[in-house]
């Protein structure tokens, strides 16, 4: 395998670990837990691992012997930078329990696992992906792990390879399916140990527990690198607005992150569109508004950052998406029957009079693309709706009608661009190198004290690592139930935007100044050798949420 000089060089980077993770370490058991809410509901579907305790490990005077162990590890859902961190953690924390630990990897996500599609995960192969970004390693995909004949295929395939301990690598999904799948074994007695590690770009998994999720820190960097580099063309062509949309699904954290790190002169947030139940129109008069008004002092360019999961926060187009779900949850195979040409007529035909009317109303592309397939969890696939495409067209239909009535004065073209697949796989930081590593070697700390059902939890990380804590969190402390597939079903919540919180209270301080005056940042590339305050600092997100 050819490697760049960065890669060579980077591979000897040896992540930091907190320091309770160093030597010898023993548990610490915290308070007992309850779930978020429907604490009943919650607690009478996992009856095994509901109201754990939350775990801290510390520092021990004497080291434990423990027996050889053989783990399985699945990557699952998007990539998310520091994936192979997680692995290369867990491999060193498995070897460190006993050097005669075995690590197998399911291949292509939770499929392998029912499919029995492995590789073990040698020193060897680890070592050629440590501080790399992507999952290559061993590939991953959205199977949802869910029924008992997917479980007892798993465990059959567990029992071949000896394996009694399975770490899952994913997001909010991802990790509710490690818990079911935990509680199943546990009630079973199988003797399988399931944790999880808190994965995903969107930066929608976190708590009072979980800082964030890994992957968060790079992907932020890197799509702020790309709209810090149209900023500054923006800035020297001066003839562009450039409508660009952000990955993130629902969440509009990394919008936010982005904003706080390149001062755009517009970024829109789905959670505060939602709050003030704003209308498709309002969110297009507000940015017109702001081209206008640049406009009326000569600048005839700017910025525009939108969330991708925009369209389902307006109100009317929630109520339709809600709708669209539940009824192409249970009439998939007819409506796949219906010819393309006549698929928006039987729509308009099927809901309610009142989604009905906002369908009808929706541009061709944008009707056909909410009712593309769901993800294997259900999900609307916000990231094939070209949110950014339709905005600039609303803006410019709005801005002709205000010169026609003389209420603008400008030019208007525009650039689009959508970030998200680009920074799903850059090298990890710095932070998330050390963030990822810690998780896994984490991970392989909970897995030699015997637990199932937590997930591996690394708090205090705006300090040094030094000073980082480690332990676990119980799975069903974050569960709620959901509407899911036209059905309640226990999941992860999820976090998304607080107006209440520290950064979009930052943001909202400061966009007024910067959608009039031209107060752009430039981040450039992410730096992995260098001076501290260039190579180790982590989101503004969360340094403002750590700031208490
Ligand atoms: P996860 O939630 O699995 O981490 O995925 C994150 C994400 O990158 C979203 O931001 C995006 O909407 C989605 O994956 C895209 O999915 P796909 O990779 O299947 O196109």
Known sequence: MTKSALQIARSAYQPKLPKALRGAVKVENGKTTESVADQEAIKELFPNTYGMPLIKFVEANEKQSFPAINVGVILSGGQAPGGHNVISGLFDGLKALNSDSKLYGFILGPGGLVDNNYMELTGSIVDEYRNTGGFDIIGSGRTKLETPEQFEKGYENLKKLGISALVIIGG??????ACVLAEYYAAKKYGVQVIGCPKTIDGDLKNEMIETSFGFDTACKVYSEVIGNIQ?????????WHFIKLMGR???HIALECALQVQPNVCIISEEVEAKAMSLDDVVTYIAEKVAARAAVGNNFGTVLIPEGLIEFIPAMKSLIEELNDFLAHHAVEFSQIKKSR?????ISKLSKENSDVYASLPEGVARQLTLDRDPHGNVQVSLIETEKLLSDMVAVKLAQWKEEGK????FASQHHFFGYEGRCAAPSNYDADYCYSLGF???T?????????????RNTTAPAEQWIAGGVPIT???NMERRHGEMKPVIQKALVRLDGAPFKEFASKRDTWAIETDYVYPGPIQYFGPTEVCDQPTKTLQLEQAK
């Open 172 to 177: 909010d999904d991802s990790n509710t399916n």
């Open 232 to 240: 500054r063309d923006c800035n020297s062509a001066r003839k562009y």
């Open 250 to 252: 629902s969440a509009s």
């Open 343 to 347: 698929q928006r007529d039987y729509i």
């Open 408 to 411: 603008y004065v400008g030019k």
């Open 442 to 444: 984490t991970a392989s």
């Open 446 to 458: 909970l897995i030699g004290n015997g637990k199932t059902g937590y997930m591996s939890s690394v």
């Open 477 to 479: 402390m974050m569960m």
